[in-house]
């Protein structure tokens, strides 16, 4: 079993910037993607980000050359830098590990982008 763990939301600015961390516990495979998804009030949860475990990025539209994505292999940790923040960022922001035929998702964390 696995645990996904996320944290670093908050309120923030617009042009603001936050870090969101995502900590996994438990039996992590060496093959496995892990990804940033985030769900805003009254809409579908969509994906932001991802990266696999040799380091291959990816991101949404919507986020590149804002957000970064990255891992501590030593912390079994991936992050989330996101920068110039927007209202239309403000959402909750889920953890999200693939590997092999399993699949599992954090509790998420709050990001609020608010003047």
């Known amino acids: 079993q696995v645990q996904l763990v996320e944290s670093g939301g908050g309120l923030v600015q617009p042009g603001g910037s936050l870090r969101l961390s995502c900590a996994a516990s438990?039996?992590?495979?060496?093959?496995?993607?892990m990804a940033w998804y985030r769900q805003a009030p009254g809409k579908q949860r969509e994906w932001v980000a991802r990266?696999?475990?040799?380091?291959?990025?990816a991101y949404a539209d919507s986020v590149k050359g804002r957000f970064t994505i990255s891992k501590d292999n030593a912390k079994n940790t991936v992050y989330l830098q996101m920068n110039s923040l927007k209202n239309e960022d403000t959402a909750v922001y889920y953890c999200?590990?693939?590997?092999?035929?399993?699949?599992?998702w954090g509790r998420g964390t709050q990001v609020t982008v608010s003047s």
């Open positions: 438990g039996r992590i495979f060496s093959i496995y993607v």
């Open positions: 990266i696999t475990n040799v380091g291959y990025t």
């Open positions: 999200y590990l693939d590997q092999s035929d399993s699949n599992y």
